[in-house]
Structure formats: structure tokens, C-alpha cells
């Protein structure tokens, strides 16, 4: 098992910046991939940032250039710098983790508003 907890969320002004951060524990060893996905009301959820255990990253074009996923392995934490954030940024994000033995984990969401 897996064990995902989000925090950095809130509210914030348009053109601002948030810091997520998730760190996990449990079966960490096996985990390689983490990811940021954000949901808003009436819409799927979907990818904002993901990286590998090799240190690659990916991004959804919404959020190309302004937001920065990085991985710290000797603290287990995934974070997400977003920067100039903009109104439809707002939705819940999720971090979520694949370990190579045990299947995909979701951490219990944190919200992000953009609201002047």
C-alpha cells in the first residue's frame, strides 16, 4: 500500500503562485511515477503534471510554462510549483502514485481557488 497526503492548497489572487506538495509512505520502494491531477465541478479529472522515477516530466499545455512538477526520493515528496495562476486553475487537485506491484494510489485532494 501506498499512502498519499496533499497540502498547499487555498486561495489566491489571479497571476499568483501555490505550492502542493504529497508526500507519500508505505510501500515507496516499489513507486515509479507520481502526478498532479486537478478536477473541477462537471468536468473529469485530469493530468497536470506527472514524473517518472528517472526524472521525467510531463506536462498538460494548459499549465505548460507555469507550473513545475519536481520529486524530492530522500524526503518521498512530489511538489507542484504553480505560477501566474489564472481562474480556470480552480478544482480540486489530487496527487497520485503507480507502484510497479501494487496499482495506482490517490491522495484525498486538495483545493485550489484563483479568485480576486
Known amino acids: 500500500q501506498v499512502q498519499l497526503v496533499e497540502s498547499g492548497g487555498g486561495l489566491v489572487q489571479p497571476g499568483g503562485s501555490l505550492r502542493l506538495s504529497c508526500a507519500a509512505s508505505?510501500?515507496?520502494?516499489?513507486?515509479?511515477?507520481m502526478g498532479w491531477y486537478r478536477q473541477a465541478p462537471g468536468n473529469q479529472r485530469e493530468l497536470v503534471a506527472g514524473?517518472?522515477?528517472?526524472?521525467?516530466?510531463n506536462y498538460a499545455e494548459a499549465v505548460k510554462g507555469r507550473f513545475t512538477i519536481a520529486r524530492d526520493n530522500s524526503k518521498n515528496t512530489v511538489t507542484l510549483q504553480m505560477n501566474s495562476l489564472k481562474p480556470e486553475d480552480t478544482a480540486a487537485y489530487y496527487c497520485?502514485?503507480?507502484?510497479?506491484?501494487?496499482?495506482?494510489?490517490w491522495g484525498q485532494g486538495t483545493q485550489v481557488t484563483v479568485s480576486s
Open positions: 497520485y502514485a503507480v507502484s510497479r506491484t501494487e496499482g495506482g494510489f
Open positions: 514524473i517518472t522515477s528517472g526524472g521525467r516530466t
Open positions: 508505505g510501500s515507496i520502494f516499489s513507486i515509479n511515477f
